[in-house]
């Protein structure tokens, strides 16, 4: 079992379950030598991860409790500002994002952000049930009940009859086909509204393609071993796909980077000086003054600067913040360009 210095003692305990869940996994039958090995190294790396979740889970509830409480008192001029400056600076940055939260939000934001609170109830109550169960000692010995089980199998077959005694099963069938649906709807939305993005990518890969191969057969066929020459023609599609979804992408992001730092300096500006006539600071109407149109173009200006200069990448530490929506991003542009 691999050593876990940074770990509590009951983090370590569970770390150690895990690891035997992952080996009871591997000594299945039918399971592929290379699937043993994979689990077996999965081990050590789902232990920190669970520690992780663990620890953080508290402070990131915390942090999404505040922030909509916030969000909840904020006028709403203030969040059409605040949604303004996301477009103005981020519009690029994340096109697909922001288009599929619009497309959520306008299909039925509600019922996904319901079949998530769902499924986030029954992730809680299996983390206290298994919580609960780690403690058991009904035998009064003094030694804890999970710990003295005979195998490997015999705790991973004690942990499944935990999770299905635990979860709510119709509320959880429901809830990812909700989620489901939901995907397929804003996906088929995403393919409309960038279909002419998705035509170039296709495009430039199909066209690249032939010369690709051409070039690149020879050397690949020359680096890799006989045994796996067969994966040569899928690495050069993939390579081909990838360049043409980057190229076109580009492309689009770039218009999109125009357009959103118009469209998003000029709705903060304007927002921005409705809600200070509302507070009372300033007595100035957007129809009695070019104020709104000078902040507003002036941000637009900005923004703009802001994410092309960058070449789309962000700086520290905006792009550790915002990873898991980078990450978002990147799966929606893939899934966007290449699901059918």
Same mark, same amino acid.
């Given at each position: 079992?691999?050593?876990?210095?940074?770990?509590?003692?009951?983090?370590?305990?569970?770390?150690? %379950?895990?690891?035997?869940?992952?080996?009871?996994?591997?000594?299945?039958?039918?399971?592929?030598?290379?699937?043993?090995?994979?689990?077996?190294?999965?081990?050590?790396?789902?232990?920190?991860?669970?520690?992780? +979740?663990?620890?953080? !889970?508290?402070?990131?509830?915390?942090?999404?409790?505040?922030?909509?409480?916030?969000?909840?008192?904020?006028?709403?001029?203030?969040?059409?500002?605040?949604?303004?400056?996301?477009?103005?600076?981020?519009?690029?940055?994340?096109?697909? !994002?922001?288009?599929?939260?619009?497309?959520?939000?306008?299909?039925?934001?509600?019922?996904?952000?319901?079949?998530? %609170?769902?499924?986030?109830?029954?992730?809680?109550?299996?983390? +206290?049930?298994?919580?609960?169960?780690?403690?058991?000692? *009904?035998?009064?010995?003094?030694?804890?009940?999970?710990?003295?089980?005979?195998?490997?199998?015999?705790?991973?077959?004690?942990?499944?009859?935990?999770?299905?005694?635990?979860?709510?099963?119709?509320?959880?069938?429901?809830?990812?086909?909700?989620?489901?649906?939901?995907?397929?709807?804003?996906?088929?939305?995403?393919?409309?509204?960038?279909?002419?993005?998705?035509?170039?990518?296709?495009?430039?890969?199909?066209?690249?393609?032939?010369?690709?191969g051409v070039l690149l057969t020879p050397v690949l066929a020359a680096l890799i071993p006989p045994e796996y020459h067969h994966w040569v023609s899928? +690495?050069?599609?993939?390579?081909?796909?990838?360049?043409?979804?980057?190229?076109?992408?580009?492309?689009?992001?770039?218009?999109?980077?125009?357009?959103?730092?118009?469209?998003?300096?000029?709705?903060?500006?304007?927002?921005?000086?409705?809600?200070?006539?509302?507070?009372?600071?300033?007595?100035?109407?957007?129809?009695?003054?070019?104020?709104?149109?000078?902040?507003?173009?002036?941000?637009?200006? +900005?923004?703009?600067?802001?994410?092309?200069?960058?070449?789309?990448?962000?700086?520290?530490?905006?792009?550790?913040?915002?990873?898991? @929506?980078?990450? @978002?991003?990147?799966?929606?542009?893939?899934?966007?360009?290449?699901? *059918?």
């Amino acid at each position: 079992m691999a050593e876990h210095r940074s770990l509590t003692a009951s983090q370590k305990r569970e770390a150690a %379950r895990v690891e035997r869940i992952c080996n009871a996994l591997a000594e299945r039958e039918g399971v592929p030598p290379w699937t043993k090995s994979l689990l077996v190294q999965l081990g050590p790396l789902l232990t920190t991860l669970l520690a992780f +979740i663990d620890a953080s !889970t508290p402070v990131v509830m915390s942090a999404i409790a505040a922030a909509v409480a916030i969000w909840n008192t904020l006028p709403k001029q203030a969040i059409t500002a605040l949604y303004g400056l996301v477009l103005c600076f981020f519009g690029g940055h994340y096109t697909v !994002t922001l288009a599929a939260v619009e497309a959520f939000r306008v299909s039925g934001g509600e019922r996904v952000t319901q079949c998530i %609170r769902d499924i986030w109830t029954d992730i809680t109550n299996v983390r +206290i049930a298994n919580a609960a169960d780690n403690k058991k000692d *009904d035998d009064h010995d003094g030694k804890l009940d999970v710990d003295q089980l005979s195998s490997d199998k015999a705790l991973l077959s004690r942990k499944i009859g935990l999770v299905l005694r635990t979860v709510d099963p119709d509320r959880v069938i429901q809830a990812l086909g909700g989620l489901a649906q939901a995907f397929a709807g804003v996906l088929a939305t995403l393919k409309v509204q960038f279909a002419r993005t998705v035509a170039l990518a296709v495009s430039i890969s199909d066209n690249l393609r032939k010369p690709a191969g051409v070039l690149l057969t020879p050397v690949l066929a020359a680096l890799i071993p006989p045994e796996y020459h067969h994966w040569v023609s899928p +690495i050069i599609s993939i390579a081909c796909k990838v360049v043409g979804m980057w190229v076109a992408w580009l492309l689009a992001r770039i218009i999109a980077t125009c357009h959103a730092s118009m469209i998003g300096g000029l709705m903060a500006a304007r927002a921005a000086m409705g809600l200070a006539n509302q507070m009372g600071w300033v007595k100035v109407t957007v129809e009695d003054s070019m104020l709104d149109e000078a902040a507003g173009w002036t941000l637009c200006v +900005i923004g703009a600067y802001f994410q092309l200069s960058s070449g789309f990448s962000l700086p520290f530490p905006l792009n550790v913040v915002l990873l898991p @929506v980078s990450m @978002v991003e990147w799966f929606l542009t893939w899934a966007v360009t290449w699901f *059918d």
